[in-house]
């Protein structure tokens, strides 16, 4: 098969190196890819946005695959698109808008989630001219306050204080300030809920559906989880605070209710889930839907995937995916991103990187994110610049090998966190 892969972050990266493996590929295309994908697959600057010219490459090259990595172009109703064209026969491995919705909108998930019965925090939800509604709402919560866009806002659109007159002050920025622009125009205050985090993650096509290997991520920049909110500082998979309990408690209240939901709506579904979940006591309550892969997520959840990923994509393409025989790998995978410090505020950029090559016997895979090449020597070009992904007989194991290699790797002004994963090694 011919693939086209559409995204240039770590999430893409991993997923091109495990599309790489298969048997099933002839050719894959990447756009626009970074640094270190080169040799994986053809690199192009075709702009995922612009539907059009990705349907022209697409007929250019007999693409059989789009692979879409992040969710704008799903959203923006990429696969509605192709769908309607009637110029190719392309399959897309993602949603239609509005089944994207679930994470195109806090509002509509929120809903979503309340009709099917479906645990999630009480919330409300107010658009622009209702801002003195908002504020009076504040009191009908207690804090911490939770406050988040309505719309997408790169992973940073969530805000949680203590403060009241912080809370009010971050609804008039989004409602009348322009904080996080179209994002912001409408916001849902949302239940504080107090418990352990982790991601669960599922393929679909509507009715069948694979459980993917779980993780747990880390947003805050800061250590001990301080400081705003990022796209992801590192991750860990599996989670070792995840019961067999709990997984079928997260299972039967949640993942078959919500793919039961899109059904009973009409919404076709054909792509990932991604369920981002609190653990209450023993009970799991959703804080967020997202239409495809997280990142860094992915880049420990591809790792621990034995079975052939563009098989998994035919599968989900061609009705089969309930014949599709999903292979876990037992051992853990921790990953720990380096950023460009000032992140997620301003940074600079166009380092030069040393020392992220892989290494002969190294148990994992340096997954890059905002990296450039230019006259054979590699650079810093966005705020995440690698994921340091290793691989273990358990997460301690798994870290050890990251951080060990992170410790090999130098460029200017390079941050990361020091305590992935600490917080759940203390539980074990």
């Not at 009191?139 to 790169?154: Q, R, S, W």
């Not at 166009?350 to 650079?379: C, M, Q």
Request: net charge negative; charged share 25%.
């Amino acid at each position: 098969m011919n693939v086209l892969l559409l995204g240039g972050g770590g999430r893409e990266h991993a997923m091109a190196w495990k599309l790489s493996e298969s048997s099933m590929l002839r050719n894959l295309h990447i756009a626009p890819g970074n640094g270190g994908m080169h040799d994986l697959g053809t690199m192009t600057d075709v702009d995922a946005m612009d539907f059009p010219a990705v349907e022209r490459y697409v007929r250019k090259h007999a693409i059989d695959l789009i692979v879409v990595g992040s969710e704008a172009p799903l959203v923006a109703g990429i696969a509605d698109y192709f769908e309607a064209s009637g110029k190719t026969n392309v399959a897309v491995v993602g949603p239609k808008k509005e089944g994207a919705m679930l994470e195109g909108s806090k509002d509509f998930a929120k809903a979503f989630m309340h009709r099917h019965n479906i645990p999630t925090a009480r919330y409300e939800s107010f658009n622009s001219e209702q801002l003195a509604e908002a504020i009076t709402a504040l009191d009908t919560f207690n804090p911490p306050y939770v406050i988040k866009a309505d719309g997408l806002a790169g992973g940073k659109g969530v805000i949680i204080t203590e403060s009241k007159q912080e809370a009010c002050d971050t609804l008039e920025s989004m409602l009348k300030g322009g904080a996080f622009k179209e994002a912001g125009k409408r916001v849902v205050i949302e239940e504080f809920l107090a418990g352990q985090e982790v991601s669960m993650f599922v393929v679909t096509d509507g009715k069948s559906y694979h459980i993917l290997p779980s993780a747990k991520d880390y947003k805050r920049i800061g250590e001990g989880d301080t400081g705003p909110n990022t796209g992801g500082m590192g991750a860990i998979s599996p989670v070792p605070y995840l019961s067999e309990e709990f997984q079928q408690k997260a299972l039967n209240q949640i993942i078959i209710p919500t793919i039961k939901g899109l059904t009973k709506d009409e919404i076709p579904y054909h792509g990932f889930v991604f369920f981002g979940l609190m653990k209450v006591g023993s009970d799991p309550y959703v804080i967020e839907y997202n239409c495809r892969m997280g990142d860094p997520e992915t880049e420990v959840v591809l790792p621990r995937i034995k079975s052939d990923l563009l098989h998994l994509f035919e599968s989900l393409c061609s009705g089969l995916l309930s014949e599709y025989d999903l292979e876990i790998d037992d051992r853990a995978a921790s990953t720990v991103v380096m950023a460009s410090d000032g992140y997620p505020g301003a940074y600079e950029t166009n380092f030069e990187i040393k020392g992220a090559e892989d290494e002969p016997n190294w148990e994992g895979v340096v997954f890059h994110a905002g990296t450039k090449v230019s006259r054979r020597k590699l650079y810093t070009k966005g705020g995440r610049v690698l994921a340091v992904t290793g691989r273990g007989a358990t997460v301690e194991d798994a870290l050890k090998r990251s951080y060990a290699k992170v410790e090999k790797i130098k460029f200017e002004g390079a941050y990361f966190r020091k305590d992935i994963g600490a917080d759940v090694l203390d539980l074990a």
